[in-house]
C-alpha cells in the first residue's frame, strides 16, 4: 500500500476507462456483426467500470465523477441498442 497523505484523491482512472469503452461500444454497435459479439461486452464493462468510478467519487478517492457517469449512461445505451438490433436481426 502507499502512503498517501489524508484527504489526498487520486485519478479517476475507472471513470475514464468507463467513458473510452463507452464510446468504443457505442462505435462498434452500429456495425451489424460487430455489435452482438465486441459491443455487448465492452457496454457491460463500461457500466462496471463506471459504477466503480462512482462509488470512488462517493468514498472520496476520485475527484472526478462525470466521466464514470457518462461511461455508466454509454454502457447502457450501447446495451439497449445491441438488444434492438439483435432482436431486429433474429425475427
Not at 462498434?28 to 464493462?45: I, K
Amino acid at each position: 500500500m502507499r502512503d498517501e497523505p489524508p484527504g489526498h484523491r487520486g485519478g479517476g482512472w475507472a471513470g475514464e476507462y468507463a467513458l473510452v469503452l463507452g464510446v468504443v461500444a457505442l462505435v462498434c454497435a452500429l456495425v451489424p456483426v460487430v455489435s452482438d459479439l465486441v459491443a455487448g461486452p465492452l457496454g457491460a464493462v463500461a457500466i462496471v467500470l463506471g459504477l466503480v468510478g462512482v462509488r470512488r467519487h462517493q468514498a472520496g478517492r476520485d475527484r472526478r465523477v462525470a466521466p464514470a457517469i457518462l461511461g455508466v449512461v454509454l454502457g447502457t445505451l450501447v446495451l439497449c441498442v445491441v438488444a434492438i438490433m439483435f432482436a431486429a436481426s433474429h425475427t
